[in-house]
């Protein structure tokens, strides 16, 4: 699998990642004096790097990375984000997946890897067309929870669908729709797989006709949906509610 080159930047991320071990790191860059060089958890996770550190003054960091927030830091690093999916079919319990279909908005990615990492998701199914993929952007965004949450990437949405219902999973798709119910009257516990769309495109028709379930999230106010990272997480803080109680 060939690998691939990244760069973080900001305390959380880059802590994520230099504490992760999962990945190659090529850099270290530290500004002096930042608080990047004062964090604890940056000084805690620099112990397995030593190599590859590197401290500039403020000048000459700023003169290269000024354009953004970094608090002092950029981490740059080598390998494969994504991963095969694997089979679940001898795994029972409380596994939840999300399933995103033509979801092209790499902030709006990454801001969904973040919540379902927040809330309990065990792994995150991205197809390899008809989507932005793991760019450094969505890896900024997701602020290193890239690192704590499994992203499996497919060549056929359909088939995989197809698939998890033959491994027991219920499908749940987010969809605007008369026969959908509302997000809070659905069970999520056990093995489920829950689907959302791009708030262009949606969920491909033969995706939402493998589907067991249809829920939405009725609106109070004149706009019509919510930005798809915002219903995602209404939707998985949902399932883990339901799972705590």
Request: some cysteine; hydrophobic content about 40%.
């Amino acid at each position: 699998m060939a690998k691939e080159q990244h760069t973080i930047f900001g305390i959380n991320g880059c802590a994520a990642v230099l504490e992760s071990r999962k990945y190659k790191i090529t850099d270290i860059l530290i500004q002096s004096g930042s608080p990047a060089e004062r964090d604890g958890k940056i000084t805690h996770a620099l112990g397995y790097h030593g190599g590859h550190i590197k401290f500039l003054s403020a000048s000459q960091f700023k003169s290269q990375f000024g354009k953004w927030r970094t608090q002092g830091i950029i981490v740059r690093f080598m390998g494969k984000i994504e991963a095969d999916l694997p089979s679940f079919i001898n795994k029972s319990g409380n596994i939840g997946l999300l399933v995103l279909d033509r979801v092209e908005d790499p902030q709006n990615l990454g801001q969904i890897i973040r919540t379902a990492e927040c809330a309990g998701i065990d792994g995150i199914i991205l197809p390899k067309h008809d989507s932005c993929g793991i760019t450094d952007t969505v890896i900024q965004v997701s602020q290193g929870a890239f690192t704590q949450v499994s992203i499996y990437q497919v060549n056929n949405l359909h088939q995989t669908v197809t698939n998890l219902k033959d491994e027991e999973f219920w499908v749940i798709a987010m969809e605007n729709s008369l026969d959908a119910k509302h997000w809070h009257k659905v069970d999520y516990t056990g093995k489920v797989a829950i689907i959302a769309g791009s708030e262009g495109h949606g969920i491909k028709k033969l995706v939402l006709e493998k589907c067991d379930f249809l829920v939405t999230i009725p609106m109070q106010g004149k706009t019509n949906s919510l930005n798809v990272s915002a219903a995602v997480s209404a939707v998985l803080f949902e399932r883990l509610r339901q799972l705590s109680a």
